[in-house]
């Protein structure tokens, strides 16, 4: 069962609401214990599968958390989850595996989605991984080495031509009859995955694994006391709220921690909404959009920052925006730490900062940083993509 989180209503199937937020897959947390591991499938009875299908999605998430204390800001103590050491890079990989592996369930063969960055990647790998095929809309004029990185894993490509922001709600709705388990940036089976991330942050420290020998004889708290990740669509986000009212349910967090989510200035749509006060999370105008390095946190139109807005209220922490220029030197000094990230990446170690001037983390707290993704490497340059307009996309599934 899916519910919505806002007016509480139970759904069998689909992706959103009527109210028009997106679904969440219903659980029972109550008697779990935290697992003696990670891994996505540590996770199993807080999943809609519990076990994973042969191949790849075996070995997304058990990431490592790292105390890091060359990079502490100002007395605040920095942990960094290093996401980029999934199979594709991306904590995306988490969402895909079990995005997939509830296909393979359903006797599904078809998989998609809508990204031209690490999600894209990552459905295609997952969707290999499992014998699935796959679909991935990607925008007409995305370039060309995004496009060699996807096609690397052999699925299916359709540019489109037209608004790309639409084709998020195009996909879903075209999805029942073109009979794709389309997995999109906030689908409920991929926020189920996504919110592994934040449980085995939260089991690191509930079990005492969080320290480092930097820290003396001190040992880490069994809660951390904020959680930092970048926000894009508001899925990742949505997830770690997920997370933290199921630990919590569960008895398990003594004092919850508080969720801070950051966007780049560049386009920060949440992040306005948030210093406004505002119930809701507006799109973005094009000319409110500028560019911006953290290119997989641009987002106009997030179709879950509202979660992402709630999720920082109700933990007690905030959404914020950070400058590109406020990015590059926590880039350079996590590479200096050995830990090579893309910007977007980068982003909570700049937003520690602004809340350390904020005083909204205080001296000696423990911060995890979500570092959620390694940046692009080289794919294949030989790429088989056809070129379709948007009006033309449910003929290109095969929709009558
Ligand atoms: C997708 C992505 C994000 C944003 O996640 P959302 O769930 O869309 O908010 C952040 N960082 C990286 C590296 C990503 O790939
Ligand atoms: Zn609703």
């Known amino acids: 069962m899916l519910t919505c989180y806002a007016c509480e209503r139970r759904f069998e199937t689909g992706q959103r609401c009527d109210c028009g937020e997106p ?4 659980t029972d947390p109550a008697g779990i214990a935290w697992p003696d591991r990670d891994g996505v499938w540590a996770f199993g009875d807080l999943l809609p599968v519990e076990r994973p299908p042969d191949g790849l999605a075996a070995a997304a998430g058990g990431t490592p958390l790292v105390r890091t204390p060359a990079l502490d800001v100002d007395g605040a103590r920095v942990h960094v989850k290093l996401e980029g050491t999934n199979p594709t890079g991306s904590f995306k990989d988490r969402g895909s595996a079990v995005g997939v592996a509830a296909a ?10 809508v990204s031209h960055g690490n999600m894209a990647a990552s459905m295609a790998a997952h969707a290999a991984g499992a014998d699935l095929d796959c ?33 998020y709600h195009d996909a879903l709705a075209l999805a029942p009859a073109a009979g794709v388990e389309f997995v999109v940036s906030d689908s ?5 995955g996504q919110k592994t991330t934040t449980l085995e942050v939260l089991r690191a420290f509930a ?15 069994s809660v951390p006391d904020a959680v930092v990740l970048p926000v894009s669509s508001g899925g990742h986000a949505s997830a770690a709220w997920k997370a933290v009212r199921e630990a919590s349910a569960a008895g398990l967090l003594d004092d919850p921690p508080r969720l801070y989510f950051v966007q780049a200035a560049a386009c920060a749509p949440v992040a306005r909404a948030f210093e406004r006060g505002d119930e809701a999370v507006t799109r973005l105008a094009p000319e409110e959009v ?11 139109d997030p179709p879950s920052g509202t979660r992402a807005l709630a999720a920082a209220r109700d933990t007690g922490g905030a959404d914020l925006a950070v400058d590109d220029d406020a990015v590059a030197d926590p880039q350079r000094d996590l590479a200096g730490a050995g830990l090579r990230v893309e910007a977007a990446s980068a982003t909570p170690l700049a937003a520690v900062g602004t809340l350390r001037e904020l005083s909204a983390v205080d001296r000696g707290e423990h911060v995890v940083c979500v570092a959620t993704g390694v940046g692009y490497g080289s794919g294949s340059t030989a790429v088989d993509a056809e070129t379709v307009a948007r009006a033309d996309l449910g003929a290109a599934l095969g929709v009558e």
């Open 23 to 26: 679904l969440w897959v219903d």
């Open 188 to 192: 409920p089976l991929r926020v189920a």
């Open 104 to 113: 393979v369930a359903a006797g599904t063969d078809t998989v998609g989605t």
């Open 290 to 300: 500028g560019e911006t390095v953290a290119y997989s946190i641009a987002n106009a």
């Open 207 to 221: 079990a005492g694994e969080a320290s480092g020998a930097g820290d003396g004889a001190a040992p880490s708290p």
């Open 135 to 167: 679909v991935v809309l990607v925008p007409a004029d995305i370039p060309e080495a995004r496009l060699g990185r996807i096609a690397t894993y052999g699925p299916r490509i359709v540019r489109v031509d037209g608004d790309y922001g639409r084709l």
